[in-house]
């Protein structure tokens, strides 16, 4: 491939990425506010949702598989202490 249509295609990359990596950490943090106030099945809807977009991001590497899994573990912790 030239050079040129690399730097293109590496750019379109790199936009797309940081979107993805952006929604995925405004999702781990909305969870994580809602697990402090919100009630239970909020935090479930939340937690889900960061869980499905951890995920998505680790498949597409764009996480590291074993951050994203480190993240989820630490939600599916606080969401099972405040159910107690």
Known sequence: MPAKKTARVQERKRIINR???SSTRTAVK???????T???????????LATSKLDRAASKGIV????????KS???????????
């Open 19 to 21: 979107d993805v990596r």
């Open 64 to 71: 590291h598989r074993n951050a994203a899994a480190r993240s």
């Open 38 to 48: 919100g009630s239970s099945e909020e935090s479930a809807e939340a937690v889900k």
């Open 74 to 84: 630490r939600l599916m912790k606080r969401l099972n202490s405040n159910s107690d």
């Open 30 to 36: 909305k969870a994580m506010q809602v697990l402090g």
